[in-house]
């Protein structure tokens, strides 16, 4: 059974930083594309951050450099090192897996098999 628990979610202040952690397991994790999503109130769920089974990172176009996905094939982690917080990032921040055999991330929802429970992420203007 494939469990993705994310944690490091809170509220933070304009300006500032956090780390969202996915935890996977049931899953050879090196074979997923991992990436993370975030919805907004009133929002559809949107791209954030993808990273291949072997590191190729991509990025949604608001990100604009703010933010760093990386994972750990070893700890079967993937994290979320957001900077420069602004108040628009505030969201419920989702992780999600998909089956890749490629170097390659996707940016759409359909293209994820399983996904957390999300952690919630609120900065303060």
């Known amino acids: 059974q494939v469990q993705l628990v994310e944690s490091g979610g809170g509220l933070v202040q304009a300006g500032g930083s956090l780390r969202l952690s996915c935890a996977a397991s049931?899953?050879?994790?090196?074979?997923?594309?991992m990436a993370w999503f975030r919805q907004a109130p009133g929002k559809e769920r949107e791209f954030v951050a993808g990273?291949?089974?072997?590191?190729?990172?991509y990025y949604g176009d608001f990100v604009k450099g703010r933010f760093t996905i990386s994972r750990d094939n070893i700890k079967n982690t993937v994290s979320l090192e957001m900077n420069s917080l602004e108040h628009a990032d505030t969201a419920i921040y989702y992780c999600?897996?998909?089956?890749?055999?490629?170097?390659?991330?996707?940016?759409?929802?359909?293209?994820?098999?399983?996904w957390g429970q999300g952690t919630q992420v609120t900065v303060s203007s």
């Open positions: 049931g899953l050879t994790f090196y074979n997923y594309a």
């Open positions: 990273i291949s089974g072997v590191g190729s990172t």
């Open positions: 999600a897996a998909d089956l890749s055999y490629s170097d390659y991330a996707g940016r759409a929802l359909w293209e994820y098999e399983y």
